[in-house]
């Protein structure tokens, strides 16, 4: 499968404890996304990469949330002392920089629960 | 602050029937893409509109983008079940934007 992937697709937390998520590009993409979903809702931007460089972050995150791309291959986002407010679907995109139309493929998320 | 709105939010029909899903804002877009979300999974890009004007098919599927580049729709031809689903509009901002601003969806529900 040479799709986006990301891990876990689910993690169950307890409020104040961290958590790490990790999501794979398709191989050939040097930019890389991160957005929330909610329920109901559409998803909303969060930060993106283009290689290792994080070009954009939105206020949505806040700083409790970290994202890296050390390598400008895979991307981690982690959360610090989460909050039940934090509980969402964690969506991870890539596209090819200079791409006709900046298209961005999504990956199958990781739907976080805080308790 | 650019905002896409999806409208009918909620829409289920009988299968053989026609629709019709919007999607306005008030800001222009470079472009314009439409996803379809299945429940847990992620959005699945089903085809991108950049010129002002632009109609794409896609099978039972036609998306318009308006003349002037601020609004979509996506038309479906006798729906079957299998197209029940959330479908997505995510525009890209003009001036070099890289994030995509999202509606909030419709949900579609085509009922056998």
């Known amino acids: 499968d040479t799709g986006v992937s990301q891990d876990p697709r689910h993690k169950i937390t307890k409020r104040g404890q961290n958590v790490t998520f990790r999501c794979d590009p398709i191989?050939?993409?040097?930019?890389l996304y991160w957005y929330r979903q909610t329920l109901g809702q559409g998803p909303e931007f969060l930060t993106y990469?283009?290689?290792?460089?994080?070009?954009?972050k939105s206020r949505l995150l806040s700083d409790r949330f970290s994202a890296e791309r050390p390598k400008g291959s895979f991307s981690t986002l982690e959360i610090q002392r989460t909050e039940q407010g934090d509980s969402a679907m964690y969506l991870c995109a890539s596209s090819i920089a200079g791409g006709r139309y900046n298209e961005q493929f999504f990956g199958p998320g990781t739907r976080l629960t805080v308790l | 602050t650019q905002l896409l709105e999806q409208s009918p939010q909620f829409l289920s029909i009988q299968e053989g029937e026609n629709l019709t899903v919007y999607c306005n804002s008030s800001?222009?877009?470079?472009?314009l893409q439409w996803y379809r979300q299945e429940p847990g999974e992620g959005p699945v890009l089903l085809v991108t509109v950049v010129t002002g004007g632009e109609v794409k098919k896609l099978k039972r599927l036609t998306f318009q983008f308006g003349d002037a580049r601020k609004d979509s729709s996506l038309h479906i031809t006798a729906a079957q079940p299998g197209d029940t689903g959330l479908y997505l509009c995510?525009?890209?901002?003009?001036?070099?934007?890289?994030?995509?601003?999202f509606g909030q969806g419709t949900r579609l529900t085509i009922n056998p």
């Open positions: 191989s050939e993409h040097n930019r």
């Open positions: 995510a525009g890209r901002g003009i001036q070099g934007a890289q994030k995509l601003v």
């Open positions: 800001s222009v877009f470079s472009s």
């Open positions: 990469f283009q290689n290792e460089a994080q070009l954009e």
